[in-house]
């Protein structure tokens, strides 16, 4: 069973709870709405319960946005492995450092979570059509899931995203139109195009469920490091659903007794060099970002010049006492190879540019030797070779 | 535990037992070589004991070539989902349609699991340098592991192979010589280059133990179908080692009392039309295959115009009461499609190859609708994008 029981607002705003059993996109105010569950509840829901459960996300079904009844859409997302990196860990001087690698996820990345969950719920809603506007990643995790479901899928991406990303939607059946820009303006046409069709947006954040699915990552490092949270988890944001969905899912397990209250991970939120709104903005102290003019950079999934969920992510990384850190390419794309040739990990620029950052935070004396790091490699290398050439 | 004891011909000759203590390739006699547990006291290991272990191939640790205290080199190979496909299932009048999906693995293939195996044996035997011939996905699943080991990786592959396969290789580190010809010459020259130096040989069944990787598929196929075996079980087939382990697995599992001696599934071989050397001889009646001439197909694994286990292979579809099939490039490219857009599974040509096959069983009236088929995948889309162009 599932203790979810409504939707609220993410700042919150005082608006009322809306009903999950209806299509709902944002808060009345603009923002982002969230899922919330019946927690007093849940606290009967025992972590012991979880041995021997299905080798996905969903084994932590009952937190998650699901009725009674339900069969999630699954094509085997999550439950990816954490792995101890010994021997990058020796040349850090970090006896404990692990990499959950995402790239072992159906479509190679972590979208396939928020995606998963996202799908799940707008099929039983009775969605015809989703719309997505993406960097990549997101678009072919959505298209693969709308072809489990018998759903049209309609994707919007920079016309210049990596030729990878175009062929797997296409794989999957998806209608793909390139657009001029990046994900920002691919999301205004893809609006644009579906508030007259009546398509399901699945965007980041306008919609309530891909966080539901990101958060599972945060459940699965509690299991797999059984029960004692790392003292850092380094994290490439683009978008930042995983990083709020991460933070969403400590309260729900402080709350649930499964984690003790107090100190969690410190949240690290590493950008682009060039593509780093988030980073800008924590260090301007501000509470929101702003639109990064001529985003560039090899790692897709980090081209997004401003977040809608922009305040909720700064708001973790300054709840936890973490920072932000912008890397080069050329910085990332080295850590990329140190990941494949020091652990056999196929690596995103991404998980290179989270290596990366932790060497920074080495070099400035803020991860000590005996800390506990969590970095993530949030998909793999196949849809980036053209960087290795 | 492990009740690992020795190794032993597959022919068998008569030759005395090997210690698997020390390097060991062939047989005397040339054949390859097979691990052997002592499966009687085995017996006693009960499969209730799975509930809850690691979420990879190495759950099965007690028939697996480790010894006691030994711990496997490990990226999360294995324990891969099996799908129930029940739309493609659907326009095809199969109830019981299960797709095992192999592209989950580490570096995107079923080669995963014979590597991880190999290359744990390598590390503990102390090689220094491992090679291997390949067609493409074995090359990239041993670099990883031999990056995670430590090792030195020479990766021998036809000059024409896809592009991605040589850049995944030099991801992980591995020196890589392309060769004229194809996996059976690269096999050659790897041979005369490695026997100066002392390489370590990882070649299909030139060594015994990445059929002991690739037989955990039948254990899985089991556990997840509750221990009642599909009627059918549908494989790609290039060097066969897959093949040979689930049947090797099948033996294993009746002796131990997993599985009820009797009908085992029909296994059903599946190659490329301009590369059949199987389909060739089981039409035949032959005991052996001969070296395919003029191989093409633009399904690499496929490329495999001679099996040094091409016997094995044979021997398993005969005596299962199944059958070996050639598929042609555009139709398994066409099935590739529908198992990306019915299903969103990302199949390689080969998963696409296997499904055109059932259609082919379907067609002639023996594959039944009351069934229970099985359809492997053997690798991700994203090696292959070229086809799709």
Known sequence: MSYFSHLECSVPCGAEAYDPR???????????????????AARSWKKDSLAGRESNMWRYRELMPLFDGEQPLTLGEGWTPLFHARRVGESLGLERLFVKDESLNPTNSFKARGLSAAVTRAARLGARVLSIPSAGNA???????AAMAGIEARVFMPRDVKIPFIRECELYGANVELVEGLITDAGRIAAEKGRARGWYDVS???EPYRIEGKKTMAYELGEQLEWRFPDWIIYPTG??????????????MEQIGWKPAGPRPKMVSVQAEHCAPIVRAFENGAERSELWQYARTVADGLR???????????RAVRESGGTALAVSDEDMVHDMRVLGSQEGISAAPEGGAALHALRMLIRDGRVQSTDTVVVFNTGGALKYLDVLG
């Open 22 to 40: 209806v299509e709902q996109h944002l808060c009345t105010c603009g923002a982002p709405l969230l899922a919330r569950y019946d927690l007093d």
């Open 139 to 145: 678009a072919n995790a959505m298209a693969a899931y």
């Open 304 to 314: 997004v010049p401003k977040a809608i969920g922009d305040f909720l992510v700064l």
């Open 204 to 206: 980041t954040l306008k």
């Open 239 to 252: 978008g930042g659903t995983g990083m709020v969905g991460m933070w969403k899912a400590f309260d729900e």
